[in-house]
């Protein structure tokens, strides 16, 4: 297992669950990938939400891909924990615009909008799961990006 397979997985299955802390309380939600690629796992959200208050005091992050196969013992999930950056690239945020138009409906429809927050785990570990790992979570592979 490499960061080319973690990357194909979440590109692969894009709705996950995504985890934050806000004190000492977990919060937990689905979320969308955007993409990821050699450099992380890239999102979007609006900078309104709480989600983006929670990662902006608190930029660590876990997020769980996950695949699921007619035969439960084969489905699969990629756990993904690190740490997050806010990206305020025009360009960036241009591309977002034109690869989600649904977003051209929320704020003024701009990459320039400030509602409009794109960040990116840059760094951290991700490992996959199976059933049957199950007792065995301590001797999964991870790989470090």
């Known amino acids: 297992m490499n960061i080319k397979d973690c990357i194909e997985f979440a590109n692969k299955n894009p709705v996950c669950w995504l985890s934050t802390a806000e004190g000492d309380q977990p919060r937990v939600r689905g979320f969308l990938l955007w993409y990821a690629d050699e450099k992380g796992f890239y999102f979007h959200t609006g900078t309104t939400k709480n989600v983006c208050r929670q990662l902006k005091k608190n930029p660590k992050i876990e997020v769980v891909f996950f695949a699921p196969d007619a035969n439960q013992m084969e489905s699969r999930m990629m756990r993904v924990s690190g740490k997050v950056k806010f ?33 990116q785990i840059y760094t951290g570990e991700a490992h996959f799961w199976k059933m049957e790992n199950n007792m065995r979570e301590s001797e999964i592979k991870k790989v470090r990006f």
């Open 87 to 119: 990206l305020d690239d025009i360009a960036l945020k241009a591309r977002l615009m034109e690869e989600r138009p649904f977003l051209k409906a929320i704020g003024t429809g701009k990459p320039d909008d400030p509602i409009l927050a794109v960040f």
